[in-house]
Nanobody, 114 residues
Framework: QVELVESGGGLVQPGGSLRLSCEVS????????MRWYRQYPGSRRDLVALITKGGTKEYADSVQGRFTISRDNPKTMYLQMNSLKREDTAIYYCNAVTVEKTYWGQGTQVTVSS
């Protein structure tokens, strides 16, 4: 079955950096675009960044200039997070969208604290 697995989360100090990865396995093809979402306790899941199959990128205003979304193959996506703030603390989710379905990972915890 299709599986999306996030990794790279952890505890960092304010101003530090983390690099999240999303690995896709299983019978998934023709991914149109992939997205990173994050969810705060008691809140809905919000879009952080998006990258299309053609390489177009979009970012939420709150992370613009600090986060960079990228990919090195159609089934691997990264989120480089620099200058991290306490308000970046959340569970980060990988999302892959095809013409047929939308897939989600289980999430990885990012905690920014001193």
């Amino acid at each position: 079955q299709v599986e999306l697995v996030e990794s790279g989360g952890g505890l960092v100090q304010p101003g530090g950096s983390l690099r999240l990865s999303c690995e896709v396995s299983g019978s998934i093809y023709s991914i149109n675009y992939m997205r990173w979402y994050r969810q705060y306790p008691g809140s809905r899941r919000d879009l952080v960044a998006l990258i299309t199959k053609g390489g177009t990128k979009e970012y939420a205003d709150s992370v613009q200039g600090r986060f960079t979304i990228s990919r090195d193959n159609p089934k691997t996506m990264y989120l480089q997070m620099n200058s991290l703030k306490r308000e970046d603390t959340a569970i980060y989710y990988c999302n892959a969208v095809t013409v047929e379905k939308t897939y989600w990972g289980q999430g990885t915890q990012v905690t920014v604290s001193s």
